[in-house]
C-alpha cells in the first residue's frame, strides 16, 4: 500500500503543527499538536467548550487558524495557495444537528455533492446515492423530505451524504448527541462499519464506550489544548493528568446516573 | 335618503357602468402589463442586490455598500418622486434610447427601482434566516459559495418569504395606477377623464372593482401560505 505517509516520508495523512485560534479575546485552540495516519480513527474528547468542534472546524477551513499549521495529504492549509473546495472534496463532515438540506428529497441530498462537485452525471449520481442508501437500509425513503425522518435515520442520511464525495478523511462532531437514547446505536453502528473497512477518521464525541471501542488513538481536549493523548485503554483505565480522571470520572458517573 | 340617493346615483350609476367598462378595461390592461413586467423584473434585480449586500469578504465591501446605498436611496424616497425624476428627468436628458421610452416604460422602470429596494431586504431576511450551518453543510460537502447560495441557501429563503413578498406585490399592482400621473393611459387615469365626461364617478368604482378582484385572490393566497407553515411548523414542533 502506498500511503501518504510512505511517499512523503515523515509526513502523517493530517499533521497539526502547533494550532492555535482565538474568538477575539478568547483562546479556543492552544498549540494543538496532533498526527493522524490513514486508517487511523482518532477519537477527542473533552468537556464541552473544549474545542473540539473548532478543531473540526479548522481541519476543513470553516474556521481560519491564526498561528501553527494544518497539512492534510501532504498539502498546507496556510499558505494561502490551497483549494478550499479541492480540500473539503477530500474530507467529509458531519455536524451535530442541522445536517440535511431541508428543501431537499433524501435522494436529492446524497446526489448533491457527486453531481455538483464531483460533476459526475445524474445517472451516475443517482446510482451512487441509490447504493449508499440501500446499504444503511434507508432506500424506501429517498423520496422523503428530511423531516419525515426520525433523528437516527437523519443522521445516517447526513453520513451516506458524505461518504457519496468518496473522501479520505470523515470528521464526525458529536453525531450522536442531538439524538434520543435508543436512536444512538443504529448511527454508531454505521460508524463501525466505516472503521472496519479503513476509513480514516477524527471522531468528537460523547459516547465513552464508543471512542473505548473504535479509536486507535484518544485525545482529551481540556480548554484548547491537548492534554493527554494515548490509546484508549491507557486513556480509559489509567490515565496520567488528574483533569483526564476527573472528567472521566464525571461523565461515566453521569452515563450511570442516566 | 335624498343623500343616499346621491350616492348611489353618483358612483353606482348602473348606466355609466356599461358605459365606462370598455374604456376602463382597456386602461386596466396596462395596469396589468405594467405589474407583471415590473414584478418578474423586480424579483431577478431584488435577489441579485440582496446577495451583492450579503457578499463576504473585505474586497466585496463597495459592492456592499453600492447595494446599501440604492435601497437606502429607493426605500426613503417617495414614489412619486421617483416617478417624476425618471418619467420627467429621463426625457429631459436627451439621451436617444433612454429618452424616447413610453410613459409606460418609465412608470414600470419607477416601479421596478422602487420595489427592487423592497424585495431585496425581503430576500435578505430570507437569506439570513437559513441557519448558518445549512451553509457549512453545503461549503463542506465541497460545494463553492455560488453553488452553496445557488442549491441549498436561497431555495430555502424564497421559500420562506413567499408571504412577505407577495405582500409587496399587492402593493406594486396598486402603485401602477399612482406611477401614472406622468401621463400613462391606464385605468385610474382613463376612468378620471370618463368621470369628467360623464359627469358622475361610477367609472372610479368601476376601476376600484378591476384593482381589488385582482389583489384579494393575491391576499387569499398568501393567507393560506401563512396558515399553512404555521401549521407544518407546530406539526414539527411536537
Ligand atoms: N463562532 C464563534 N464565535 C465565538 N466563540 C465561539 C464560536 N464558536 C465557538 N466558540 C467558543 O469556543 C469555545 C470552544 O467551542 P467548541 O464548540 O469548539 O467546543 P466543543 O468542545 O465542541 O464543545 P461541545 O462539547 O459543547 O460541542 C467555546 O467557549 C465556544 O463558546
Ligand atoms: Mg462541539
Known amino acids: 500500500m502506498t500511503d501518504i505517509a510512505s511517499r512523503n516520508g515523515a509526513g502523517s495523512f493530517v499533521e497539526i503543527r502547533g494550532v492555535s485560534k482565538w474568538f477575539g479575546e478568547l483562546q479556543v485552540l492552544d498549540d494543538i499538536h496532533l498526527n493522524v495516519e490513514k486508517h487511523e480513527v482518532v477519537c477527542l474528547i473533552g468537556a464541552s467548550g473544549s474545542g473540539k468542534s473548532t478543531l473540526l472546524r479548522c481541519l476543513n477551513m470553516l474556521e481560519r487558524i491564526e498561528t501553527g499549521d494544518i497539512v492534510v495529504d501532504g498539502q498546507s492549509l496556510t499558505t494561502g495557495k490551497v483549494n478550499v473546495n479541492e480540500l473539503r472534496r477530500k474530507i467529509g463532515i458531519v455536524f451535530q444537528a442541522y445536517n440535511l438540506f431541508p428543501h431537499m428529497t433524501v435522494l436529492q441530498n446524497v446526489m448533491l455533492g457527486p453531481r455538483k462537485v464531483r460533476g459526475l452525471s445524474k445517472e451516475q449520481s443517482e446510482s451512487i446515492a441509490h447504493d449508499l442508501l440501500h446499504r444503511i437500509g434507508l432506500e424506501a425513503k429517498a423520496h422523503e423530505y428530511p423531516d419525515r425522518l426520525s433523528g437516527g435515520q437523519q443522521q445516517r442520511v447526513a453520513i451516506v451524504r458524505a461518504l457519496a464525495m468518496e473522501p479520505e478523511l470523515m470528521l464526525l462532531d458529536e453525531i450522536t448527541s442531538a439524538l434520543d437514547p435508543q436512536l444512538v446505536s443504529e448511527v454508531l453502528q454505521l460508524v463501525r462499519g466505516l472503521t472496519e473497512v479503513g476509513m480514516t477518521m477524527i471522531i468528537a464525541t460523547h459516547e465513552m464506550g464508543f471512542a473505548r471501542e473504535v479509536a486507535s488513538k484518544v485525545c482529551f481536549l481540556d480548554g484548547g489544548s491537548i492534554l493527554e493523548e494515548g490509546a484508549p485503554e491507557q486513556i480509559f483505565t489509567n490515565p496520567t493528568q488528574a483533569r483526564t480522571r476527573s472528567f472521566l470520572a464525571r461523565v461515566l458517573d453521569a452515563e450511570k446516573s442516566a | ?238
Open chain 2, 1 to 238: 335618503m335624498h343623500a343616499l340617493h346621491q350616492v348611489l346615483h353618483a358612483f353606482f350609476n348602473p348606466h355609466s357602468f356599461t358605459l365606462a367598462l370598455p374604456d376602463v378595461w382597456a386602461g386596466f390592461q396596462v395596469n396589468l402589463r405594467m405589474m407583471f413586467i415590473a414584478e418578474a423584473l423586480v424579483l431577478v434585480f431584488a435577489l441579485f442586490v440582496a446577495i451583492v449586500r450579503g457578499l463576504p469578504g473585505r474586497g466585496a465591501k463597495p459592492l456592499r455598500v453600492l447595494a446599501i446605498a440604492y435601497t437606502d436611496f429607493f426605500r426613503g424616497t417617495p414614489i412619486i418622486l421617483v416617478t417624476f425624476i425618471v418619467g420627467f428627468g429621463l426625457p429631459g436628458l436627451q439621451i436617444g434610447f433612454i429618452s424616447s421610452r413610453s410613459f409606460t416604460v418609465y412608470g414600470i422602470v419607477a416601479l421596478t427601482l422602487v420595489y427592487t429596494a423592497y424585495v431585496s431586504e425581503v430576500f435578505r431576511a430570507g437569506i439570513e434566516s437559513v441557519h448558518p450551518s445549512q451553509r457549512s453543510a453545503a461549503r463542506s460537502l465541497g460545494l463553492s459559495y455560488a453553488q452553496a447560495m445557488r442549491y441549498v441557501v436561497v431555495p430555502q429563503a424564497v421559500r420562506r418569504v413567499i408571504p412577505p413578498l407577495l405582500n409587496d406585490f399587492v402593493g406594486l399592482q396598486k402603485d401602477t395606477a399612482l406611477v401614472s400621473v406622468i401621463g400613462v393611459a391606464e385605468a385610474a387615469s382613463l376612468s378620471q377623464q370618463f368621470s369628467t365626461q360623464n359627469g358622475d364617478f361610477a367609472s372610479y368604482v368601476v376601476a376600484a372593482v378591476f384593482f381589488i378582484l385582482i389583489t384579494i385572490p393575491l391576499a387569499r393566497f398568501t393567507d393560506h401560505l401563512v396558515a399553512e407553515r404555521e401549521m407544518r411548523e407546530r406539526a414539527q414542533a411536537f
